[in-house]
C-alpha cells in the first residue's frame, strides 16, 4: 500500500536518475540533523543554565527550539520541492531556510552574548 503523499509525489513527470534523489535524501538528512543540534543546543541551554536569570535562559532555549523545529519543516519542504523539480526537469528550487538558518544563529549568538555578559 502506497501512501497518498508517495502516490501523488510519483504519479507527476518522470523519475529522475537515482544519485539525485539519494542526493536530496542526503540533503534533507543534513538538514535534520540540523535541527535536531538546534534542538539539543535549546534543551541544554535550559538544563545547564542555572545560573542565568530564567527570562535570559528561556529566551536563549525557546529560540533555539524554535530554530529546530522550523528548520525541520523547512527541509522537508525542501525535500519535496527539490523532489518535484527533479521529476519535472524544472530548476530545483532556491533554498528559503537559509535565511532562517544564517538569521537565526545569528540572533542565537547575539543572546548567548548577552546571557554570558550579563551572568559574569
Not at 500500500?1 to 529522475?16: C, F, H, Q
Not at 535549546?42 to 545560573?51: C, E, R, V, W
Not at 524544472?90 to 544564517?102: D, F, M, S
Not at 544563529?105 to 554570558?116: D, E, R
Request: glycine share 10%; charged share 15%; proline share 5%.
Amino acid at each position: 500500500m502506497v501512501p497518498s503523499w508517495e502516490r501523488k509525489l510519483l504519479s507527476e513527470g518522470e523519475a529522475p536518475d537515482p544519485r539525485f534523489t539519494l542526493a536530496n535524501e542526503r540533503t534533507f538528512l543534513a538538514w535534520i540533523r540540523t535541527s535536531l543540534g538546534l534542538i539539543a543546543g535549546g534543551i541544554g541551554a535550559d538544563a545547564f543554565l542555572t545560573d542565568v536569570p530564567d527570562l535570559q535562559r528561556e529566551l536563549l532555549s525557546s529560540l533555539l527550539l524554535l530554530m529546530g523545529g522550523a528548520l525541520a519543516v523547512a527541509a522537508y519542504r525542501r525535500w519535496w520541492a527539490s523532489e518535484r523539480a527533479m521529476r519535472s526537469n524544472q530548476p530545483l528550487p532556491l533554498l528559503g531556510a537559509v535565511g532562517l538558518i544564517g538569521y537565526g544563529v545569528g540572533l542565537a549568538a547575539l543572546v548567548l552574548v548577552a546571557v554570558v555578559l550579563l551572568a559574569g
